[in-house]
């Protein structure tokens, strides 16, 4: 992933920590935004504890409504509704209504054997042109020796925090990096300024005439939406790398093959793998890892597979496929080393790996990138940009 003549950097342990941790050290105006909504979190049911997620308006109104409350009722009547009810019962009813819950479940070491015996990167070949194509000629005539993704276009149609840091790490390479995100669909506005550095951020229908010029000039498109959305669209992956030769298709879900069209996010995934169960603080309330893990992993995976392919695309051509999700992810974290006990508590200081930024008028305070030697650029306000590359 680096240039030619770059030498490969060690990693600061506590410098990448930093940056998994990018939400948590965020800053706007001097003041910590609100990363979590009070629907979202752990709730006690009769018979164990679920996991919500309500940090959109859609998914809060669709918790209320699943348990049948008003509009207007606060945290703590869901709290009390929940104690009243059953995990499936209240898991159904939130899904059933438009919302996000899980059960927290223990781990299941048999499942994820299974999972792990999958690529942790679906990556396969889509086309058999050996012609590398007209998008690797031009970024290859127009890449510079500095960055080694200098030239290269990326469309980003992801939101929340895996998609975004895959597409941040590419525009820290040197990609020109376009986030889309639809008109209609809200976005809370410090998450892009978590997510957004490098990269420019449109609001455009992907019905649009402007959007297919966008795409008919992409190297690469990176996806967050769940493939009922896409197939709607008609931006399924290989119908995109067929009518696209050259197109290199990054795909993120969270759940992976199984369970394509389920939508969710890291902290369910957690909590329904049995993350939540081994983080628990006392063996009773459930816990969650110190960090947004799985999606930031994801998001550097997916990263390092575009990376990858594009330089295979300017050597054999074709057009090429990776997907991951975020429950492969934890598979992958469940099946490694663990301590037997919690390891001691160590005060570190994240300064030396922050960074500031003005942005629309506010001072904005991030993680620098994972790997010393690069430096983000200013976020853009979400959605300032004109759709043009």
Same mark, same amino acid.
């Given at each position: 992933m680096l240039a030619a003549g770059r030498s490969p950097a060690a990693l600061d342990p506590d410098r990448v920590a930093t940056a998994y941790r990018s939400d948590r050290v965020l800053m706007i105006d001097g003041s910590a935004?609100?990363?979590?909504?009070?629907? &979202?979190?752990?709730?006690? %049911? %009769?018979?164990g504890w679920i996991r919500t997620h309500g940090n959109y308006p859609h998914h809060a109104?669709?918790? +209320?409504?699943?348990?049948?409350?008003?509009?207007?009722?606060?945290?703590g009547t869901v709290r009390e509704a929940l104690a009243m009810r059953t995990t499936a019962d209240a898991v159904i009813g939130i899904m059933s209504a438009g919302g996000l819950a899980v059960q927290v479940s223990?781990?299941?070491?048999? %499942?994820?054997?299974?999972?792990?015996?999958?690529?942790?990167?679906? $990556? +396969? +070949?889509?086309?058999?042109? +050996?012609h590398p194509g007209s998008r690797a000629a031009r970024a290859t005539a127009v890449r510079r020796a500095e960055l080694p993704l200098q030239g290269i276009r990326v469309l980003d149609l992801t939101r929340v925090i895996a998609g975004p840091v895959c597409t941040r790490t590419l525009a820290l390479l040197g990609a020109d990096v376009l986030r889309i995100d639809p008109p209609h669909l809200p976005e809370p506005g410090w998450q892009h300024l978590d997510t957004g550095h490098g990269k420019r951020s449109s609001l455009l229908d992907a019905r649009s005439l402007r959007f297919q010029e966008l795409l008919a000039e992409a190297d690469a498109v990176v996806l967050g939406y769940r493939p009922v959305a896409l197939a709607r669209l008609g931006l399924q992956p290989e119908m995109l790398a067929r009518r696209h030769p050259g197109l290199v298709v990054a795909q993120l879900s969270a759940w992976g093959a199984a369970e394509p069209d389920r939508a969710g996010f890291d902290?369910?995934?957690?909590?329904? &793998?049995? $993350?939540? $169960? $081994?983080?628990?603080?006392?063996?009773v309330r459930p816990g969650a890892l110190p960090a947004q893990a799985l999606d930031h992993s994801a998001g550097y995976l997916l990263a390092a597979a575009v990376t990858t392919l594009l330089e295979r695309r300017s050597r054999e051509g074709g057009s090429w496929y990776v997907g991951t999700s975020l429950r492969r992810v934890a598979a992958e974290l469940l099946g490694m080393p663990r301590r037997r006990e919690p390891g001691p508590d160590v005060e570190r200081d994240f300064r030396p790996h922050l960074a500031q930024f003005h942005v629309d008028g506010r001072t904005v305070v991030t993680s620098r990138p994972a790997l010393a030697g690069l430096e983000?650029?200013?976020?853009?306000?979400?959605?300032?940009?004109?759709?043009?590359?």
């Open positions: 935004p609100p990363v979590w909504s009070p629907f &979202s979190g752990f709730w006690r %049911t %009769t018979d109104r669709g918790l +209320r409504a699943g348990l049948l409350l008003p509009d207007d009722a606060d945290a223990a781990e299941t070491p048999a %499942t994820d054997r299974v999972l792990r015996e999958g690529p942790l990167l679906d $990556i +396969r +070949r889509v086309d058999a042109s +050996r902290s369910l995934v957690q909590a329904a &793998s049995g $993350i939540a $169960i $081994i983080e628990s603080p006392d063996g983000f650029e200013a976020p853009h306000a979400w959605g300032s940009d004109q759709p043009v590359w």
